[in-house]
């Protein structure tokens, strides 16, 4: 079992850029299917980024170009680089990982989650 971690959200004004963290515990990431989702009060959780078991990695179509998601084997570590953010960024944002291990960007495909860590982005 996985245990998720996330942290790195914070209050930034528009355009500029975070870098979210999700520590992994319990297990190694390197054979699971691992993404970022984020949602709003009100909304659906939606999915912004993943990576597979052999490192394809794929985005939303409002991520690509502004976010890059690593993983990082040496200290099972998942990354969600944001850049040039906007108002519409602002949301609790969840890592989650799925044993499956191939692509997906829904949700139910996902085994565990984390607690979710705040952005917000001033106008």
């Known amino acids: 079992q996985v245990q998720l971690v996330e942290s790195g959200g914070a209050l930034v004004q528009t355009g500029g850029s975070l870098r979210l963290s999700c520590a992994a515990s319990?297990?190694?990431?390197?054979?699971?299917?691992v993404g970022w989702f984020r949602q709003t009060p009100g909304k659906d959780r939606e999915y912004v980024a993943s990576?597979?078991?052999?490192?394809?990695?794929f985005y939303a179509r409002f991520a690509q170009g502004r976010f890059i998601i690593s993983r990082h084997d040496a200290n099972n570590t998942l990354y969600l680089q944001m850049n040039n953010l906007t108002p519409e960024d602002t949301a609790v944002y969840y890592c989650?990982?799925?044993?499956?291990?191939?692509?997906?960007?829904?949700?139910?495909?996902?085994?565990?989650w984390g607690q979710g860590t705040e952005v917000t982005v001033s106008s």
């Open positions: 989650a990982a799925g044993v499956t291990g191939w692509a997906s960007s829904r949700p139910w495909e996902f085994d565990y």
């Open positions: 319990g297990d190694t990431l390197t054979s699971y299917l």
């Open positions: 990576i597979t078991a052999r490192r394809d990695s």
